[in-house]
Nanobody, 124 residues
């Protein structure tokens, strides 16, 4: 089993920054991918970014390119999402997810494990 714990959400003004963390534990193996998704009220869950640990392949949704950066700390099995220049439309619950085979994918149903989510609220 794998457990994922997100942290770092909060309330920030537009233009501000937050850093989310996703700490993994359990039997992850060494080839997994960690993805970040978000879900705003009344909207479907949306892919944000992902990093594949086996080759450091990284992918971002267009709406966050240049503002968000995904990075990893392999020693602590932690993946970070640095979010800069935040906008009110970034307001959502952010989830991290883990895919065991190392694919960098944006389809949520391909991920094997999910965290509980952390709220990010950006005020205008």
């Amino acid at each position: 089993q794998v457990q994922l714990v997100e942290s770092g959400g909060g309330l920030v003004q537009a233009g501000g920054s937050l850093r989310l963390s996703c700490a993994a534990s359990g039997r992850t193996g060494s080839r997994y991918t960690v993805g970040w998704f978000r879900q705003a009220p009344g909207k479907e869950r949306e892919f944000v970014a992902a990093v594949a640990l086996k080759d450091n392949n990284i992918y971002y949704v267009d709406s966050v390119k240049g503002r968000f950066t995904i990075s990893r700390d392999d020693a602590h099995k932690t993946v970070y999402l640095q979010m800069n220049s935040l906008k009110p439309e970034d307001t959502a619950i952010y989830y991290c997810a883990l895919e065991l085979t190392g694919l960098v994918v944006e389809k949520s149903f391909l991920y094997d494990y999910w965290g509980q989510g952390t709220q990010v609220t950006v005020s205008s």
